[in-house]
């Protein structure tokens, strides 16, 4: 958007890379500030992240939000800030791709998202990587209950031999993502993504597509990035990101979130 009168309504926002900082694990001080400003200035920040809902309620009791919407697990969680309870829920079946995975990526883990309590694993993940209880089971266990969102971890292996084992996939009956942190494959239902969600969001607030914003970092953020009217990349994301945002910005180490919002509302 150049119209210099321009300021966005629905400002969606990623959280690992946008406005924490994987490095430190902080949010900080100047971006608080900035999404607050932003707020306090019409704006209505929508949080959009693949984190679970148990994963964001740390970060919207760090940035003091306590009205609107949370997109959660890449689109298939809505979560009602206010009361910290899902909104609506989208689930797919796991089985197909639990045994597509299996097969292209040998040795790998699972967790299926147990909605409000954990998840449901294979083997134990890394008590940082996954929030809340992890409960084992078996592949075939796992396969007969619909989740929100899967996770196939590649223990020991480079994110980039993920995207290399994966490239040009298509998953059964499946919406798919690749991290660039962990060498990880998030998974949620067919057509569901962080843009398709905010979509409808967008429509239930009666905003005009016009006025939508959204910042990310990572694969999963590609969708929203094309769906906003102004789609900002953070700096460190990979080329992909880039390519789909109108803007890139700083990297989140250097606060580049709240460069960019500060243009409206600082």
């Known amino acids: 958007m150049t119209d ?8 969606a926002l990623d ?31 929508v949080i959009s992240t693949g984190r679970t809902v148990l994963g964001v309620d740390p970060v919207l009791d760090e940035l003091q939000l306590t009205s609107g919407f949370a997109l959660c697990s890449n689109g298939a969680v809505l ?14 079946d796991l089985a197909p791709v639990l045994a597509e995975l299996s097969a292209r990526l040998p040795g790998v883990i699972f967790a299926a998202e147990d909605l409000g309590i954990g998840n449901r694993v294979t083997a134990e993940f890394p008590a940082h ?13 796992l396969a007969a209950v619909p989740a929100p969102r899967l996770i196939a971890s590649w ?11 994966l490239a040009g996939v298509e998953l059964p009956s499946c919406t ?14 067919e057509g569901v993504s962080k843009g398709s969600a905010l979509e409808k969001l967008r429509a239930q607030l009666g905003v005009l597509g016009s006025d939508t914003f959204a910042a990310g970092d990572g694969d999963n ?19 992909a990101v880039h390519a789909a945002a109108d803007e890139v910005a700083a990297p989140v180490a250097e606060d580049g979130l709240a460069a960019i919002l500060d243009r409206w509302f600082g």
Not at 79 to 92: C, G, H, I, M, P
Not at 176 to 189: F, K, M
Not at 222 to 231: D, N, T, V
Request: hydrophobic residues 45%; glycine residues 10%; proline residues 7%.
């Open 129 to 141: 990587q996954l929030e809340g209880l992890q409960h084992p089971t078996t592949v075939d266990e």
């Open 79 to 92: 979560l009602d800030v206010a009361t910290r309870e899902a909104a609506s829920v989208e689930t797919f």
């Open 155 to 165: 223990p020991g292996r480079r994110p980039a031999e993920v995207v290399e084992r």
């Open 4 to 11: 210099a009168a321009w300021k966005p309504r629905l400002i």
């Open 221 to 239: 953020d590609i969708e929203m990035l094309r769906w906003a009217a102004h789609g900002v990349a953070m700096g460190q994301g990979p080329a």
């Open 15 to 45: 959280v690992d890379g946008t406005l924490l900082n994987p490095d430190t694990g902080l949010i900080s001080a100047a971006v608080k500030a900035a999404v607050h400003r932003a707020i306090a200035g019409g704006g209505q920040v």
């Open 176 to 189: 798919y993502t690749l991290d660039h942190y962990e060498p990880w494959v998030t998974v949620t239902p």
